[in-house]
């Protein structure tokens, strides 16, 4: 059962992803297909992939009702706080409406619907914040992989339905998490780690939004524990559980493209297989390129511009990706004839022991060091700036906060676990370079070399929790994972030397408290607080004030940022917006809208954003109108506390 249960949500999404990315790909991605088609991959994948678990995953039935009560538990929390973000203000939004449009519509670009408008007037746009436009049409931000999950949500229960599934996935996130501890460090440490990861705050944040961490830390997780299971079965259902880890590892891309940079170790651990002679090694390879051609398929033919626009990062991602796939071609044959370097004597167990202690040390005297600056976008240094006047910081806009990306992470899982996670990393590097530990060497060079390269260059902008994202898929995860494992060698070392049991029981209570205390006093602030309260019913109360024969044109920026996709997919209006009109560029669009048999509506944030353009007459309405709560933005601090937030949108309705 417990093999079972910690593995089922990453076959299960595997199954999904697979059936629904080529249903997306040529515009047919309804509600009857997708279950046609996801039905017998996913009881396809269930049966061969939990046919066989390593006999060594037997625990007490507590663990197991331990483990699911941990997960229920912070479902149920998730879902009773979630944040209903759907206007488009950051990430989280832009996925919702994502996903929501393609629930409705079966597939991708977004249809502009500019004949219904004023065509390709010069005066208006129809793109918005995270929604790109091009030539007719319009192209979301972002992977395909989370909102294809979204989607389940929108179909079974609209604007409420959809939000709900990212807490359900956030709670799976928890679970596969306490699956792969039972596989690398004993079933009994299992709820500990899966605990702390429940109460960690990154992990409540990314789960109560529309992001795709939480679906991407499934994969990654839960490929990795499949890997594990492979490793300790007989030859054929070893090659079984290596294809559907690769799979799972490779599927990460089509959630984030950065996922290429994430299963880049995988594929030299492939070669490794391969160059020993291993079953499992050209499963796994296969199961991985699949993925990956998956993830690559929907950036260049569903997310181009949103490619293009991350271009500065990606190229080089994408370019050192390909050299690392070569160098392991060519590396692999000689190995396989003339053997593998044998690196187990010597003094290499011991240099690869001391690197993670070395970038552990390098990471904390960072900031001494170095000031990092150059995010190079305005709106970011417009931001940052403002953040800095407010927390009477040196006003310097330009600056990234990128050296303390350590820092960040001691704020939400405390300086223990950084600790014991760097002396884990160190004594699981020598044991895997002695040949001790051959469970753990994929899951430590994935999870160090991830780390490593995340807290180097976070590339977000620095302000919590929004860069806490960063964190939410794998750094913080791994990092509980090695410090669980660090407590349990320290009690297991007790136990071998004579320690009695009540120094033992006090051992494991002390190390668990260490491991929890930090990280719940950190997220206690903004456990019990919600964010974006109340943008289903209103934006729900804004469409009902638009004719549903109107065309809207949005005159004022900030709200054309934020409402121009959330009226055009959630309302089913035809909208565009304007940057700066003259009150002919709207008279000549409302025109040709009366031309088109549509009734022109105007929107804006205020009223006097609207009656520069009016008729005589004609009189705006407050068509939303919402007081709620949003994320804090703190730069030197863990956030603790939400801010107030109102949302304001004015109408009006031309004659006919």
């Known amino acids: 059962m417990l093999g079972r249960l910690t593995v089922a949500p990453v076959l299960l999404l595997c199954a999904w992803l697979l059936a629904t990315f080529p249903l997306l790909l040529f515009g047919v991605f309804t509600p009857p297909l997708a279950l046609i088609v996801a039905t017998p991959v996913g009881a396809l994948l269930l049966t061969l992939g939990l046919r066989r678990v390593p006999e060594r995953l037997e625990a007490p039935w507590w663990v197991v009702a331990a483990l699911a009560a941990i997960?229920?538990?912070?479902?149920?929390?998730?879902?009773?706080?979630?944040?209903?973000?759907?206007?488009?203000?950051?990430?989280?939004?832009?996925?919702?409406?994502?996903?929501?449009?393609?629930?409705?519509?079966?597939?991708?670009?977004?249809?502009?619907?500019?004949?219904?408008?004023?065509?390709?007037?010069?005066?208006?746009?129809y793109?918005?914040?995270?929604?790109?436009?091009?030539?007719?049409?319009?192209?979301?931000?972002?992977?395909?992989?989370?909102?294809?999950?979204?989607?389940?949500?929108q179909w079974l229960g609209g604007g409420y339905g959809l939000i709900l599934v990212t807490p359900l996935l956030g709670a799976a996130g928890v679970l596969v998490l306490g699956g792969l501890t039972a596989r690398l460090v004993g079933p009994r440490w299992a709820p500990l780690a899966a605990l702390v990861l429940a109460v960690s705050l990154p992990q409540e944040w990314v789960s109560r939004s529309s992001y795709s961490e939480p679906l991407a830390q499934i994969l990654l997780l839960g490929g990795l524990a499949l890997l594990v299971d492979a490793l300790d079965l007989a030859p054929r259902a070893a090659r079984w559980g290596a294809l559907f880890a690769?799979?799972?590892?490779?599927?990460?891309?089509?959630?984030?493209?950065?996922?290429?940079?994430?299963?880049?170790?995988?594929?030299?651990?492939?070669?490794?297989?391969?160059?020993r002679r291993r079953g499992e090694a050209l499963p796994l390879f296969g199961g991985l390129a699949v993925g990956v051609a998956y993830g690559l398929a929907d950036g260049y033919l569903l997310s181009r511009p949103y490619l293009e626009d991350i271009a500065a990062s990606f190229d080089p991602l994408l370019a050192g990706s390909i050299a690392g796939v070569v160098l392991v071609a060519a590396v692999t044959p000689a190995m396989r004839r003339w053997g593998v370097p044998d690196l187990s004597r010597g003094p290499w167990p011991w240099v690869v022991a001391a690197l993670p202690v070395l970038v552990t040390v390098a990471l904390a005297v960072r900031p001494l060091v170095q000031t990092a600056r150059g995010h190079g976008l305005p709106i970011t240094a417009e931001l940052v700036g403002k953040l800095q006047l407010q927390e009477g910081l040196p006003f310097d806009p330009d600056r990234t906060y990128e050296e303390f990306s350590l820092y960040w992470t001691a704020w939400y899982v405390g300086i223990p676990v950084i600790i014991g996670a760097t002396v884990a990393a160190a004594i699981l590097a020598h044991r895997s370079m002695r040949g001790r530990s051959p469970?753990?060497?994929?899951?430590?060079?994935?999870?160090?070399?991830?780390?490593?390269?995340?807290?180097?260059?976070?590339?977000?902008t620095p302000d919590h929790p929004w860069a806490s994202r960063r964190l939410a898929a794998l750094v913080i995860p791994g990092l509980i994972l090695l410090a669980v494992w660090a407590v349990a060698y320290g009690v297991r070392w007790m136990r071998t030397n004579g320690f009695d049991r009540g120094y033992l029981v006090w051992a494991t209570a002390l190390g668990a408290s260490v491991l929890l205390v930090p990280t719940a006093v950190t997220s206690f602030g903004l456990m019990f607080k919600q964010t974006d309260a109340g943008e289903i019913a209103a934006v729900r109360g804004l469409c009902a004030r638009i004719p549903p024969d109107a065309s809207a044109v949005i005159v004022e920026r900030v709200t054309g940022d934020r409402f121009t996709q959330v009226v055009r997919g959630m309302c089913g209006v035809p909208t565009a917006r304007m940057h700066a009109p003259t009150p002919e560029d709207v008279s000549r669009v409302a025109t040709a809208i009366r031309a088109n048999g549509r009734r022109p509506v105007l929107l804006g944030a205020s009223e006097g954003d609207l009656t520069p353009y009016l008729p005589p007459g004609t009189r705006p309405v407050h068509a939303l109108h919402l007081k709620t709560r949003q994320d804090a933005h703190t730069l030197m601090k863990p956030p603790a506390s939400t801010w107030s937030m109102e949302l304001n949108v004015w109408s009006a309705v031309l004659s006919k």
Do not use: C, K
Not at 80 to 94: F, K, P, T
Not at 251 to 275: E, F, K, T
């Open 71 to 125: 997960a229920v538990a912070f479902a149920v929390h998730q879902g009773l706080y979630v944040a209903e973000q759907i206007v488009v203000r950051r990430d989280a939004a832009s996925y919702a409406q994502f996903a929501t449009w393609i629930a409705d519509h079966g597939g991708l670009p977004i249809d502009q619907r500019r004949e219904l408008i004023a065509g390709g007037d010069p005066a208006l746009s």
């Open 246 to 275: 690769g799979l799972a590892l490779g599927l990460s891309v089509l959630v984030r493209i950065d996922g290429l940079r994430d299963v880049l170790p995988v594929v030299a651990y492939a070669g490794l297989l391969a160059a």
């Open 439 to 460: 469970r753990w060497l994929l899951p430590l060079v994935v999870i160090t070399w991830t780390v490593a390269i995340t807290l180097l260059r976070p590339a977000i």
């Open 127 to 153: 793109e918005s914040l995270a929604f790109f436009q091009r030539d007719h049409v319009v192209w979301p931000q972002f992977m395909a992989g989370a909102p294809l999950v979204l989607a389940i949500g």
